[in-house]
T-cell receptor, first 112, second 115 residues
């Protein structure tokens, strides 16, 4: 099992560009999440999904979009990148009654 | 407004001694608490959790204590090992969430275990 796989690991974007952060999991988890971690801060939930076709906003959804067409994949879309979106992004997944999330290794994004 | 507070940004202990990491919370709706460990350039990994119906949960060298009246929990690592050096995050989930899908995270405590 690969667990939760995120790509790319690093990316530099210019202001106004867009990109998609990819996340896939092979554990057949229903729940998937996107978090961001700013320097010296804890994780903030951006969006989450309880199953294919169902998504909902977390604490900090502005500037992002998600989709969940399959159980395995949960891409995060940034439109019109801004410097405030410079962060490390983590994708995670879990069973509905799972005790904890399993995290990917993160995507470090810099917007200049 | 930090609902989950880890007031010590860093902690240094000697190998073999006890490490105690603290976490305070303000929201009485939280009823499930987790500790995660994070190494540089990796995602957080789950360490141990505790439900509000318990006041202690143990897993090998790791024990979490919960004091609901004080809204305080602590993670004890005994004995501490150099491989325990990492950032430790406390996270909490509100009652009714059913699971951990809306975790609220602390800022983390960086633990250094010196040989």
């Amino acid at each position: 099992n690969a667990g939760v796989t995120q790509t790319p690991k690093f990316r530099i974007l210019k202001i106004g560009q867009s990109m998609t952060l990819q996340c896939t999991q092979d554990m057949n988890h229903n729940y998937m999440y996107w978090y961001r971690q700013d320097p010296g801060m804890g994780l903030k939930l951006i969006y989450y999904s309880v199953g294919a076709g169902i998504t909902d906003k977390g604490e900090v959804p502005n500037g992002y979009n998600v989709s969940r067409s399959t159980t395995e994949d949960f891409p995060l879309r940034l439109e019109l990148a801004a410097p405030s979106q410079t962060s490390v992004y983590f994708c995670a997944s879990s069973y509905p009654q799972g005790e904890y999330n399993t995290f990917g290794s993160g995507t470090r994004l810099t917007v200049v | 407004d930090q609902q989950v507070k880890q007031n010590s940004p860093s902690l240094s202990v000697q190998e073999g001694r006890i490490s105690i990491l603290n976490c305070d919370y303000t929201n009485s709706m939280f009823d499930y608490f987790l500790w995660y460990k994070k190494y540089p350039a990796e995602g957080p990994t789950f360490l141990i959790s505790i439900s509000s119906i318990k006041d202690k949960n143990e897993d090998g060298r790791f024990t979490v204590f919960l004091n609901k009246s004080a809204k305080h929990l602590s993670l004890h690592i005994v004995p501490s090992q150099p491989g325990d050096s990492a950032v430790y995050f406390c996270a909490a989930s509100p009652r009714g969430a059913g699971n951990n899908r809306k975790l609220i995270w602390g800022l983390g405590t960086s633990l250094a275990v010196n040989p």
